[in-house]
Every structure is written in structure tokens, then in C-alpha cells.
């Protein structure tokens, strides 16, 4: 961890090091770039790109999954970014379904896995990498308050696990949207619900964001956090005494993607960013928290992840998903919205 | 005086608030180097006129002009006057020397210049050496003293003083009252003051306006108002005045009672109720029975006499004050001031009879009703 | 004399001859009410309109009122703000009252620490108490067993977070409505024999009634338009505050935001118009000849009074400091050990150091130019002569910031400065629209400040200026200010500390490049870095109270230089 920290510091020491040289040598362009990627991730992101382009500086606008949606959705007549670049494929493929992406093949796109490439041409988006839904447990949390460990999700539903779940609100949390998704998937429309409807009631509350009920599982503050497997296994890393555990049914996954909006005023930049979001440098970036990248081959297993989790990604129907996504939401607020009314 | 054109010249002036008429057509000399107060009850639209005369505030109608130049609707700082205010109003941050400097620097007057008349004026005001303090440090009589001559920096054509001793002590406030009527005579600036007591008014004025509702009700030397008051209200107001119903007769004359008695004259017609106005120290005291043939002081014509009844007595210091019942006064008391040599000579005191005397000259009528 | 026979008077008033000092006067007044016409009315009209509008912007009457009341996920927040507002507000106002009744009534020692500790929340952003909560209520807080089991997160948690807030606010209305009382009141009761007891409910009490009062709606008040306690701590029980958040950020749905939004102004504005209209009763009761009450030492009471205040300030400094702890564990609750990794905010979301160099220039910028702002405007509205209509129509805006919830005005100035038919919809995302927002926020009680403090200089400055031929400003210059200067520097305190704070209005109107210490807090809290969110959080209380020491000193040495004329 510390020297993580230490590594980090200096990444971004250099960063802003250079960032400020850049802005003095040139009138840097600034491109602004939408995104979800875990914050402590962005600094990274940006250096990596900056040793290409020093000239383009990037300007992170970052929330969760479910707000940067939103966020684009609202202004759609006036768009405020140039990039998206991390955020759920689910979202990229509504807001192209509202005609808001430029499509553009980026050089070296072909390299990619055709299921991370917009299958049209040219591709109004590209994937990055898949984040995998995953279920935190805090061990001695668990132990202590005598719960077996989950083994499937039918098993969160279970009496004894009452109050003892948080999992994001999917409406604000891709993460939380993912999980709503595949599990109408799994279980079908009729028994996904149902499936909710018990959980709903092990749920001591939602969160805004995807990472958070793995942190506060991380802190002991729940036994248990639904969540993805990329930070399971960084608070791991950090010492916290998880579990990371992978349901048997099967887990939601989504991919992280990258698209230019339509309408931006800095289009050769955003061109040279997407360019550079394909390679296989940027992918070998995104593998250090993600064990499924969309560049075939680069894919190295991942400190701390859970066994067996690529195998057990669901085959995804992003389109159901993206289509339905308004009605989801809906339903799902329409249901659980405030855990406190049913009191 | 009255032979010269006025420095200062009111006509017409009005000023309301809403639909309440603050003032109400004021006319009004005032010729150079006059010392003139505005005496009324608070209320009376007299601060409102001064506030007028400084352009402090804009008359609704009416013109003003102020050394042949019509001032009507020039806004205060293109007028020619030093104001001071009941509150002082000096600047609290300012010591004695800065504040009396205040309008003398703005004016881009000379350092050098500007430090010697402030010494000047402060030898004027009785407070030399003063000058490094700050008002806090000051009595309230100093500070007023700093007012003035702060007021008098630049030299104004026309002082106004806004109740500028109402807020001190008696003491002070009779030292002070010589003190600015002595600097203004000095100086012969023409003066207007504010004022709501009429001691402080029939001591330091030329002359006084006696206002009242919006209105002036008399204009005239001390002397005048207080000698001939042209209303109930200009009498009761500076002074006591005894304020009896009567009717008036045929003759010019009135009915107390059944009495009749002469006055000076008046517009009243006759037949109509009035008042009968004198004031406390006209009356005269004789003895008792003094008007029936065979007594010890008999009058010889015993016109305005009638008998009366002591009813209470009061000391005031220097005289009595009596309160007299009798037949012709009815249910009203007649107020009479006795000197002590009169008490002790005629033996007064509550409960004795006596007979008291009205002097023609000093009987006024007023139309109305007393109340 | 001969001027007068020529020229027939006028019967009609003189037209005011050109007058530069009136025309400044009177385009002072003008651009004083332009600026909370645009800062404040318009957004609000702005705002209330949108709610009767569709997402296209087409007027659909109540349509959206409608909906809200039948969602009743939405409208059951009414009943939780007013639920957790009452109770906080009974708990707060009853606890102030001891303590300011132990501060003003009795002869218990350290008064003045007391005093200065209970002002310590004010430091602080409200999002602070709820960081401090999870440590010491949540599920390895090391005080949970307080709660035999119920969870903090929620009523609870709200509760107690705004009652630890909105003490110090409570408590300087009580200590001064406390301070005001009559002591011949006090000797006439005791020359009756009235009981300790009757005394109090017949003379103490009655006294305190218009503060008390006051206090109730101020707490009211605050409680229900905060956000910051109930959007760390309240779990799942939602409030109308974090539901206008919901909407607006989580859902991006504007119309219903703007619903939520009229719901929330409404109880605000009726305890504002309620508490002015009681104030409003209470001039004449106040007595100038008033002889102020010493009370006389008591042992019992003053040593209940001491433990009494000793429990209260222990715990403001305790929730405080347990935030100052935990941003320092390197690992809670698996790794105690102290460091200052959490300060590195460079990897965190929120903005990173950065945020709190925003937070600076952001405060500053909002006490430099709110105080020259409101002052100036105050000044107007006072001291102005002319334009009477105008300066009672600015004085009656200065007093809507206080009935408009901060939530609020962030979303009425998304609405109005977003527009892109706004002229001025170039400052919108700018640094300029924080700064407007939170001096816009915070202009009433800036203002009130300042009005008082002009009450109480001579209002005859300005005319014994003008007949000294001395324009107002340079008056204004050379004696209102520094006269009023300690005023002024109080409201520049207020200003600051406030800016540092707020989060409300605010978190929708930063951008990227003006991210928000106060917001960064929220920020990382979400993403569940509650750790570096207490540190930031402590940054915030180390900055305000770096800022109230330099204040302090400052005041006190400028007093000694300029303010000689003080001392008699």
C-alpha cells in the first residue's frame, strides 16, 4: 500500500509537472471527458495518455455510472463534453440510441475483440474493458454477526442476512445497474423481480455509488456489499479482510467504453484520444484492475480476483439492457425507492 | 431691519408625506444676521422646515430664496448653511481637530490654512487645546460646542440648529444657550434654531415663529408672543394662560358669568361664546370685598373685579400660584400668581376670600370654546 | 425681494436641478436592486416555473404536483423532514436553553470557555457530525452500544448530526435573549415571595419568549434545509434536501427536482414569515431602563450548571474530534495506526487538494466581494434619502435568502444562469456563479449585520456632510466604514466560514475546474473514502479556524490602532 501511494504521488507529481509545462509551452487544448473510472484511477489514465499528447489536456469530469448518464442524457441540446471514456457500454449505447455519439473507427480498432466494438461501421463507440459484478464479504463482520458465507445470490435472500446487505441504487450506480440487469436475465423478468423483492428485504440500504458497499464491507461497517470485483480486490490489496465471492448463478458484468459526443469543438483531439484509448498500451493499463480487456491477449490474471470470475460472466444482452434501462429504473424505484416507507 | 430685502425668503411652502400635510403654505422672512426659532410641540412641521431650508428635504410646493438666489430645488450641498443637530452628530472616528476640519480639507483648503482656522474656531467654541480628542471623550455640552464649530467652518451664510441643546442637562444647557446667542451676535450670522422649549426660544430669539399642525400661528419679538399671543394655542404654549368661557357683549366687551368685564380688542361678534384669556401674574389680588362700599381697601371703580376663594396654593419659589373659585368663573378655576410681599401683606393662604382684579389691558378674547 | 414678485411661486413641487450626488445615490439603489433582482427573484421565478413545466419546457399546470404526490416514495419525505426537523428542534432548543441559562443565570466558572466551545460546529460543514457518527454509532463505532442496536444510519443519525450543527446558532439567540433581561423584575418577584420555580415560569421564562421563539424557527429552519447530515448518515430514510439531489443529480429529472424544491420552500418560508411576525411584537416590550440581571452565586445550581455544560461541551468536542482522529487511522477499524495518507486527495474523487484551494479562493472571493456588496447595499437602503420605494422594495429582498433553502437556490440558478437565452449564461461552471450563489445564500443575515451596525451610527452623517459640501461617498469612506469596520469584518468572518461550509447550494453549480472542499467531502463519502472525507472535512475546520484566530488578532490589534475613539 504505501508504496502504492508512493507510486501514485509520483505519477502525479510528474503529471501535474508536465501538465504544467505543457501549459506553458502551448496553448494545451482541453478536451473534457465524461467518466466513471474508479478516481484514483483518472491521474493515471491522463499521464498515460499525456506522454503521447502533452499538447491535449484532459479535463475529468467523474461521477458514478448512473449521474454521468444522466448528466449526458440532460444535456443532450447543449453537451458540455467531448469525450466519454469509461463509462458502462450499457449507457453508451442508449445515449447513441439518442443519436448523441460520433461514430469513428479509431486507428487500431480492428485489433479489438469484435464484442467490444460497436458492431456498425464505423463504431459509435469502442469497449475498453468488462466490469464484473462480485459480492464483498468483511469476514470477521460475518463471523461475528454468525453468517454462513453467501455461496449464490438466492443465498443473500435468505432471513438470516436481514440488514446485513448494501448494494448500490441502481439508478445512480452502473454497478447496481448491471446486477438489476443480469438478474432479470437470469431469473427472468417475473422471477428476477421476485428475487429482489427478498433481497429487498436483507438491504440495509442502497448506496449512491458502485465501489461504496464494498468499502464499507471493507471497514466492517456491513458484513456484506454488492459490488464489482475490481475493487473487492483493491481494498483487499489495502489489508481489509474480504472475501470476495462469486455467485454460482452466475454474475452481471458490464463493459467500461469510450465514445466521442457528437457536436464537440475539438474533434482532432478527441480523435487522438480515442486512437490512443485502443491501443494496446492503454489496454495493458486497464487490465491492472480488470481481468477482461477488450485488446485479445493482453489479459494478465489479476492480483486478488476472485477465481473463477470470467467463467462465470453471464452472456450479457446489452442491447435488452440498454433498451430497457428507463423501465428498469422505474420499476425498480417504483419498489424499493425508500427502504424507510415500508416501516 | 424691515426695510431691506430678506436674506431669506419662504413662500408658499408646503410639504406632505402621503396624505398627511406636513406643512402647510409657511411664509416667512428671515433678514440678516436674525436670530430666529421655530417653537412648537414635536410634530408641529417645524424640523421639517428647517430640513426644508438645508434642501434636506424637498418641499412639495413652495419657493425658497436664500440672498436673492432661488434655492427652491438645489440639493443640499449647493446651499449656503452649517447645520447642528441634537445628536451632535460628530464623527466618532474623527478626533475634535478632523472633525472641525472635515468640510475645510474636502474643500481642498491648505493644511497650514485649514489648522489655524480650526484653532480659530476651536478658541471660539471655549475649547482650545481639545482638539487631539475624540467626541467620546467629551462631555455632551463640549461636543456640541464642536458641532458648532464644525458648523461654522465654512463659514455659512445661515446656521440651522436643529434642538441643539435638548439633549443636554439644565446647567449646561442655560451656560450654552447665552454662550451661542453671545458667538452669534459676534459673528452676525444669520440663525435659524429648532426648538420645542419655549425658555430656550424667548431667551436667544429676535424672534419667534410659533408653529403648530403644519401651520405658522404667529410670528413676532419675544416680547409680542408672549404679550399678545394671537391664538389660545400661541398663549398656552409659551407660558400659563387662564383660559375662561365667556360670551361676548354688545360693547366689545365680554360676560364672565354675570360680570361684565372690558378687554382689549378683538374679531369676535357679538353674542358668540369665547375665551377669556390672562395670564397668572396679571391678576391682581385685593382684599377681600374690596368691590362692596365700606371695605378697608375699597376700589374706586371697581370695573373686571369680582370675589373669589382660594381654593389651593401652591409655592413656587419665587411666588404663589392660587387656584380661585368664585361665582362668576362657574365651574372653572381661575389660576392668579401672587408675589410673597402680597401673600404675607394680605395674609393669603387656602380657604381665604379676597378680591382679585382683571386689567382690561391685559384681557385677551379668542374665539372657541374653553375647555 | 424683487425675484419673488417676478417669479409667481410655484404651487407645484421644484424640479430637483441636476445633482450628482442624488444621481449616484439613486443608480446605486438602482443597481443594487438589479443585482438581487438577478441574483435572487428571477432564479426563484425561474425556478417555480419549471415546476409547472414538461421536460420540453411546455406550461403543464399541476401535472408535475400531481405525479409527486402519487409517488409516494417522494411525498412520505415530507413527513420524514418535518419529523426529524420537529424532533431535532425540541432536542436542540432545550439543550440551548440550559446552556445558555447556565451561561447567563448562574455563577458557574470557565463561562467563557464554554461559550467558545460551543461554537466549535460552526467550523465545521454539516456533513462533519455524520462523518463522526459512522465512528462512533455505526456498526464498529466504538459507542454503538449507545444505540442498543437500532443503526445509526437514519432518523437517528439525522437527529443527532443537526442537532450537533445547529447548536451554536440556538445557543447565541438564547445567550442574548437571556442577556436582556430585567433584573427589577427579578427583585420585584423576590419582594413577593415568589418560589425559585414560580419565578422562573413567571419572569425568566415570559423574558426569553421572543428568542426562544426565534430560536425554535431558526433550528426549524436550518434542519429541514440541510443536506449535508441527512446525505451521509441518513441511509435509506429520505428527506425533501437529499431528494431534490436525487432527482436533479441522480436522475437528472429537473421538473421533479424543481417539485421537490416548492415542497421544501414552503415550511421554510412559513417559519420565516411566522418568526417575523412574532419579532415584530416584541419591540415594545423591551424596556430602555431595563437594569441588567447579575445572578448571585448558587452552589447547587452552579455546579449542576458546570457538570451540565461540561457533558455538552464534551461532546461537540468529541464528534469533532473523533473526526480528526479518523482522518488519521490508516486502516479503520483493522489497522490503527496514524498517518496522513488519507490527506492525499489527489487519488481520491472531488477535486484533490485542488478542491481546497478552490474552497480558499472561493470563500475569500465571496467575503471580499459579499462584504463590500452587502454593505454598500445596506448603506444605501439606509442612509439613502431618495428613491424611498426602491430602498423598501431591497430591503424586503435582502430578507428572501433566509426563507430560501440553499438546495433551492442551486437548482432555481441551474435553471436561470443554464438557460442559454440568459446573458449572463457565460458564468455559468465559472467560479463566478459559486460565488454569487453563496453570497446570494448567505446575504440576509450578512445584511442584517450590517443594517444594525448603521442603526447605530448618527443618522445625520449624511446631512451634516452635504452641508459641509462633502459628497456622501467620501463620507462613507472616511466615517461609516471604519466606524462600522468591526461589523464589517464579522460579516467578512461569516462570509467565509459559511462559503468554506456550505455544501447545499453549491454541489449543483461546481464544475470540473471549480471542484468544492465541502463538496469534495460529500464526494468521497459517496464513493465510501469516508476517511479521506473526514479529512477534508478536518481541513475545512483547520482553515475556518485559522481564519477566526487571524480574525481575533487582527480585530483586536486594529482596535487598538483605529479604534482609540472607542475607549472613553
Known amino acids: 500500500m504505501k508504496i502504492d501511494i508512493t507510486k501514485y504521488m509520483t505519477t502525479v507529481a510528474t503529471f501535474a509537472l508536465a501538465g504544467g509545462l505543457a501549459a506553458n509551452a502551448a496553448a494545451a487544448e482541453t478536451l473534457t471527458v465524461y467518466t466513471a473510472v474508479e478516481a484514483e484511477d483518472l491521474a493515471k489514465y491522463a499521464a498515460a495518455f499525456n506522454s503521447h499528447h502533452p499538447d491535449i489536456e484532459i479535463k475529468w469530469v467523474r461521477d458514478s455510472t448512473g449521474i454521468v448518464t444522466a448528466k449526458l442524457l440532460a444535456e443532450k441540446d447543449n453537451p458540455q463534453a467531448d469525450v466519454v471514456w469509461g463509462l458502462a457500454g450499457t449507457s453508451l449505447i442508449l445515449l447513441k440510441g439518442e443519436g448523441m455519439l460520433e461514430p469513428y473507427a479509431p486507428n487500431g480498432v480492428k485489433e479489438l475483440d469484435p464484442k467490444f466494438v460497436d458492431s456498425e461501421v464505423p463504431p459509435s463507440w469502442v469497449g475498453m474493458d468488462a466490469w464484473v459484478a462480485s459480492v464483498c464479504v468483511n469476514i470477521p463482520e460475518a463471523e461475528a454477526a454468525g453468517l454462513p458465507m453467501p455461496a449464490s445470490w438466492k443465498d443473500l435472500t435468505k432471513p438470516v442476512y436481514k440488514d446485513q446487505v448494501i448494494m448500490p441504487n441502481p439508478a445512480s450506480s452502473g454497478t447496481g445497474f448491471l446486477d438489476v440487469s443480469s438478474w432479470l436475465q437470469m431469473f427472468g423478468e417475473e422471477g428476477g423481480w421476485a428475487y429482489m423483492d427478498g433481497l429487498h428485504a436483507n438491504i440495509a440500504r442502497y448506496t449512491h455509488s458502485g465501489s461504496k458497499p464494498c468499502k464499507l464491507a471493507a471497514a466492517g461497517e456491513i458484513p456484506i456489499g454488492i459490488s464489482f470485483a475490481f475493487r473487492g480486490a483493491k481494498s483487499k490489496a489495502a489489508g481489509a479482510p474480504l472475501e470476495i465471492v462469486v455467485p454460482s448463478e452466475g454474475v452481471g458484468w458490464d463493459m467500461e467504453a469510450a465514445a466521442i459526443i457528437k457536436g464537440t469543438d475539438a474533434m482532432d483531439s478527441a480523435k487522438k484520444l480515442m486512437d490512443f484509448i485502443v491501443t494496446k498500451e492503454a489496454n495493458e493499463m486497464y487490465n491492472a484492475g480488470y481481468a477482461v480487456v477488450a485488446y485479445p491477449g493482453v489479459a494478465k490474471p489479476v492480483e486478488h480476483f476472485p477465481e473463477g470470475l470470467v467463467d462465470a460472466m453471464i452472456d450479457n444482452d446489452f442491447d435488452f439492457a440498454a433498451k430497457n434501462r428507463k423501465s428498469i429504473l422505474a420499476e425498480w424505484q417504483k419498489r424499493y425507492d425508500s427502504k424507510s416507507e415500508a416501516k | ?371 | 425681494m424683487t425675484d419673488a414678485t417676478l417669479n409667481p411661486v410655484s404651487n407645484r413641487g421644484p424640479r430637483a436641478r441636476f445633482n450628482l450626488e442624488a444621481w449616484v445615490m439613486r443608480g446605486g439603489i438602482a443597481i443594487a436592486g438589479l443585482f438581487l433582482i438577478v441574483a435572487v427573484i428571477l432564479p426563484l421565478y425561474a425556478m417555480l416555473s419549471k415546476s409547472f413545466e414538461d421536460k420540453d419546457g411546455a406550461f403543464i399546470g399541476l401535472t408535475n404536483y400531481v405525479a409527486y404526490f402519487d409517488t409516494p416514495s417522494l411525498s412520505y419525505s415530507i413527513s420524514n423532514s418535518l419529523t426529524v426537523s420537529i424532533v431535532a428542534t425540541i432536542i436542540v432548543i432545550t439543550l440551548a436553553f440550559a446552556y445558555a441559562y447556565a451561561i447567563t443565570r448562574t455563577c458557574m466558572r470557565f463561562k467563557g470557555f464554554f461559550r467558545l466551545v460551543a461554537l466549535v460546529p460552526i467550523l465545521a460543514p454539516s456533513l462533519l457530525p455524520g462523518i463522526s457518527f459512522i465512528y462512533m454509532f455505526g456498526k464498529k463505532g466504538f459507542m454503538r452500544e449507545l444505540l442498543m442496536g437500532e443503526p445509526i444510519y437514519g432518523f437517528i443519525g439525522i437527529v443527532l448530526g443537526s442537532s450537533f450543527w445547529t447548536f451554536p446558532h440556538a445557543l447565541l439567540i438564547m445567550i442574548t435573549a437571556l442577556s436582556l433581561s430585567d433584573a427589577r423584575l427579578y427583585e420585584a418577584a423576590e419582594a413577593l415571595r415568589a418560589s425559585k420555580l414560580r419565578t422562573f415560569f413567571t419572569v425568566t421564562l415570559p423574558g426569553a419568549k421572543y428568542g426562544v421563539i426565534s430560536a425554535i424557527f431558526v433550528v426549524f429552519t436550518l434542519v429541514i434545509t440541510d443536506f449535508g447530515v441527512p446525505k451521509v448518515i441518513g441511509g435509506q430514510y429520505s428527506v425533501l434536501a437529499t431528494d431534490i439531489y436525487k432527482q436533479v443529480i441522480g436522475q437528472q429529472n429537473f421538473q421533479m427536482g424543481a417539485v421537490v424544491s416548492v415542497m421544501l420552500l414552503i415550511p421554510a418560508v412559513l417559519a420565516f414569515t411566522v418568526d417575523r411576525l412574532v419579532q415584530r411584537r416584541q419591540v415594545a416590550l423591551l424596556s430602555a431602563r431595563a437594569v441588567p440581571y447579575a445572578p448571585k452565586p448558587s452552589r447547587g445550581r452552579d455546579i449542576g450548571a458546570l457538570i451540565f455544560c461540561s457533558v455538552m461541551a464534551g461532546m461537540l468536542l468529541l464528534v469533532l474530534g473523533v473526526a480528526a482522529y479518523a482522518s488519521l487511522v490508516k486502516f479503520w477499524p483493522y489497522n490503527l495506526s496514524l498517518g496522513f495518507t488519507h490527506y492525499n486527495f489527489e487519488i481520491m474523487d472531488g477535486g484533490g487538494w485542488g478542491a481546497w484551494f478552490n474552497s480558499m479562493k472561493m470563500a475569500g472571493l465571496t467575503a471580499l466581494i459579499g462584504t463590500t456588496l452587502v454593505f454598500t447595499v445596506a448603506y444605501l437602503v439606509e442612509k439613502g434619502q431618495d428613491a424611498r420605494f426602491g430602498r423598501v422594495v431591497i430591503q424586503a429582498m435582502a430578507m428572501v435568502p433566509l426563507a430560501v433553502p440553499g438546495m433551492v437556490l442551486g437548482l432555481a440558478y441551474i435553471f436561470f444562469f443554464n438557460n442559454p437565452a440568459n446573458p449572463l449564461n457565460g458564468i455559468y461552471a465559472t467560479m463566478a456563479i459559486l460565488v454569487l450563489s453563496t453570497v446570494a445564500h448567505f446575504y440576509t443575515v450578512a445584511h442584517l449585520t450590517a443594517v444594525t451596525a448603521l442603526k447605530q451610527i448618527d443618522g445625520e452623517f449624511e446631512s451634516v456632510s452635504s452641508s459641509l459640501k462633502v459628497p456622501f461617498w467620501t463620507t462613507f469612506r472616511r466615517v461609516t466604514v471604519p466606524v462600522c469596520q468591526p461589523a464589517i469584518f464579522s460579516m467578512a468572518v461569516y462570509l467565509f466560514m459559511n462559503a468554506m461550509t456550505t455544501v447545499s447550494a453549491v454541489v449543483f453549480l461546481y464544475s470540473p475546474d471549480t471542484n468544492l472542499a465541502s463538496v469534495a467531502v460529500m464526494n468521497m463519502d459517496d464513493a465510501g473514502d469516508i476517511a479521506p472525507a473526514a479529512a477534508m472535512a478536518m481541513m475545512i475546520v483547520y482553515t475556518n479556524l485559522t481564519v477566526v484566530l487571524i480574525y481575533g488578532l487582527l480585530s483586536r490589534l486594529v482596535e487598538k490602532r483605529t479604534q482609540a475613539w472607542r475607549q472613553r
Open chain 2, 1 to 371: 431691519m424691515s426695510g431691506s430685502a430678506p436674506y431669506l425668503r419662504l413662500q408658499g411652502v408646503s410639504k406632505s408625506f402621503g396624505s398627511f400635510t406636513a406643512l402647510q403654505d409657511i411664509a416667512l422672512d428671515v433678514h440678516e444676521g436674525e436670530f430666529v426659532c421655530f417653537l412648537g410641540p414635536s410634530g408641529c412641521g417645524k424640523t421639517t422646515l428647517l430640513r426644508i431650508i438645508a434642501g434636506l428635504e424637498i418641499q412639495s410646493a413652495g419657493q425658497i430664496t436664500q440672498a436673492g438666489v432661488d434655492i427652491s430645488a438645489l440639493p443640499p450641498s449647493q446651499r449656503d448653511f452649517g447645520i447642528v443637530f441634537q445628536s451632535y452628530a460628530l464623527f466618532p472616528n474623527l478626533n475634535v481637530n478632523r472633525n472641525v476640519a472635515y468640510g475645510l480639507e474636502n474643500a481642498g483648503s491648505a493644511r497650514a490654512a485649514t489648522a489655524q482656522r480650526v484653532e480659530e474656531l476651536l478658541a471660539l467654541v471655549g475649547l482650545p487645546d481639545q482638539g487631539t480628542k475624540y467626541p467620546a471623550q467629551l462631555s455632551g455640552g463640549q461636543q456640541q460646542r464642536v458641532a458648532l464649530a464644525r458648523a461654522l467652518a465654512m463659514s455659512p451664510g445661515l446656521l440651522l440648529l436643529d434642538e441643539p441643546l435638548s439633549a443636554l442637562d439644565a446647567q449646561v444647557r442655560g451656560h450654552l444657550r447665552h454662550e451661542i446667542k453671545s458667538l452669534q451676535r459676534r459673528l452676525g450670522v444669520t440663525t435659524i434654531m429648532v426648538t420645542h422649549d419655549q425658555e430656550e426660544a424667548l431667551t436667544m430669539a429676535d424672534r419667534i415663529v410659533v408653529m403648530d399642525h403644519g401651520v405658522v400661528e404667529q410670528v413676532g419679538t419675544p416680547l409680542e408672543i408672549y404679550r399678545e399671543p394671537v391664538s389660545p394655542f400661541v398663549a398656552n404654549f409659551i407660558g400659563t394662560m387662564n383660559q375662561l368661557p365667556c360670551e361676548v357683549n354688545g360693547t366689545g366687551g365680554v360676560k364672565l358669568g354675570v360680570l361684565s368685564i372690558a378687554c382689549q380688542d378683538h374679531s369676535v361678534e357679538s353674542g358668540a361664546s369665547a375665551i377669556l384669556a390672562i395670564r397668572p401674574e396679571d391678576v391682581i389680588p385685593h382684599g377681600a370685598g374690596a368691590r362692596s362700599p365700606g371695605a378697608p381697601d375699597i376700589i374706586e371703580t371697581p370695573g373686571n373685579t369680582f370675589d373669589a376663594r382660594i381654593e389651593d396654593m401652591e409655592f413656587l419659589g419665587s411666588f404663589f400660584r392660587a387656584e380661585l373659585s368664585g361665582q362668576v368663573l362657574g365651574e372653572a378655576h381661575l389660576l392668579a400668581d401672587f408675589s410673597i410681599n402680597a401673600v404675607r401683606r394680605m395674609g393669603l393662604e387656602t380657604g381665604k376670600e379676597l378680591t382679585v382684579e382683571l386689567p382690561a389691558e391685559r384681557v385677551r378674547v379668542y374665539a372657541g370654546t374653553a375647555v
